[in-house]
Structures are given as C-alpha cells and as structure tokens.
C-alpha cells in the first residue's frame, strides 16, 4: 500500500495544481466547493486530511473527477481500451477518522465511478454531526465484519459478509461496523456530475 503520508503529499500537491490551473484562488474553490479557504490551504499544505465527502466537493469545485486527486502526475497517457490492476495492498491509502480508504486503479483518468476498498473504523452511528450526502450512487459488498448503513429514508440496515447494497448518495447515509472489529468493504461510488 502507498502510505496515507505519502497520499496526503500527492492530494496536496495536486490540489493545489489543479486549483491553479483553473486559475482560482483559494476563496474561489471555496465558494464552488463549500469548504472554507482556511481548510483548503490546510490540505493543500499536507495539515489536514480531508474526509471522502470533502474530496468528492473538492472534485466538483474543480470540474474533475474524484481520482483526478490522486493520480499522479506521471500517469500514462488513456489509451483507447484501457486495463488496469491493483494487486493486494498496492492501492492508495487515505484515512479519515471514521474511514479508511484504499483507493483502487488511481492510475486510470476519467473513470465512471471511483472503486474503493474501505475500512469502517467507527462504531457508532454519534461519530456522524449530520448523515453524508453527495450526488452520485454507491456500491457496497461487505468483505469482512458485520456493518449497518444508517439513511434518510430508511430503517437501519445491517449487513453481514457476501451481503450487497446500491443506493443514491443524495440521500443522508453513514455506514459504521456493527461488530467488535473493524468491517472491510468493497465501495464502489460514482459523480456523475464531476465526470467527464
């Protein structure tokens, strides 16, 4: 696995290029993203990680799609039938305090949805100010552990291994383990508004 150190570098880095880029200033993306400008200069400085619902408002500040975070800049160029491997613990590590991320294929530009192998560290449902919501749809496959998806619209639901759940991301949802361990899931979840 690449380390979460070692990530936090490489969104920091490429945050700020992309931003640049763009030609906007930090109150700019902050405006567009919804995160304050003293935010983004921590991450952009490697002072703060942020939380996945923060990287996907990142992405949709800049126009991007979430990967484009994490790719580094000395990716290949897209071919035309594009194949991509991540072998075990060779993806990219993030970390949030609720979560941690292993971001499968970050070499591939332009995917259609963003392949996660995640692990659920929080344990109670309090560990949330408010349930998570973003535009898209999300994918989850239990791997490992029991975990319970908390929603809007719905009671909540719990999930043991070899069990499945799709649903739309703009409704409220947070996902905690429902066990003494730590779950591992698949998360699979797309942006079709930061896709291009």
């Not at 344990?123 to 749809?137: M, N, T, V």
Request: proline share 4%; with cysteine.
């Amino acid at each position: 696995m690449v380390a979460t150190e070692e990530v936090v570098n490489v969104l920091a880095d490429k945050l700020r290029q992309l931003r640049k880029q763009a030609g906007l200033t930090l109150q700019q993306l902050s405006e567009r993203s919804g995160i304050s400008a003293s935010a983004l200069s921590k991450i952009e400085n490697g002072q703060l990680s942020p939380t996945y619902e923060k990287i996907a408002a990142l992405a949709r500040g800049l126009d991007i799609n979430v990967g484009a975070l994490f790719q580094p800049d000395d990716r290949k160029p897209t071919a035309l039938w594009r194949r991509s491997v991540t072998r075990r613990g060779e993806g990219v590590t993030h970390d949030t305090p609720q979560y941690g991320y292993e971001i499968l294929h970050s070499d591939l530009a332009d995917k259609q949805f963003l392949p996660l192998v995640t692990t659920i560290k929080v344990h109670d449902s309090k560990a949330f100010s408010e349930l998570l919501r973003h535009d898209g749809e999300e994918f989850l496959y239990v791997l490992s552990g029991t975990i319970v998806i908390h929603t809007d619209c719905y009671a909540p639901l719990t999930l043991q291994p070899g069990d499945a759940c799709y649903f739309d991301s703009n409704m409220g949802h947070a996902c905690i383990s429902g066990g003494q361990e730590d779950a591992r899931i698949l998360w699979v979840s797309s942006h079709p508004d930061s896709m291009h």
